[in-house]
């Protein structure tokens, strides 16, 4: 993570809060991940922004419930982009950015 940071210099890392699971294991995982990222953008001297799940469908589609596909159909038409964002995780990671970049009013 360190180098695909230096490589790509970002300004803030962007996470999502970790959202109810009923798996266990998967939720561990998770948090793993995310303590993993966010040691990489202390030690690179980043600032990390964290938003719910619901705050970023709020900021995306204006609905703090919409569904996967909605977020995912707002994010290609916000973005102007031809096609939809594969596969659903990288839709999600355009949708937290987008939602980071609402907050901070750009």
Request: charged share 15%.
């Amino acid at each position: 993570m360190e180098q695909l940071i230096q490589l790509h210099q970002p300004e803030t890392v962007v996470l999502e809060d970790l959202f109810y699971s009923r798996n266990v294991r998967s939720a561990l995982n998770l948090g793993h991940i995310r303590g993993v990222l966010m040691l990489a953008a202390i030690n690179s001297g980043l600032p990390v922004a964290e938003y719910t799940p619901m705050e970023v469908k709020k900021a995306v589609v204006g609905y703090g419930r919409a569904d996967k596909h909605q977020v995912h159909q707002m994010v290609k038409h916000l973005l102007g982009l031809a096609t939809l964002p594969q596969p659903y995780d990288a839709s999600d990671a355009l949708a937290v950015a987008i939602c980071h970049a609402h907050c901070l009013g750009k």
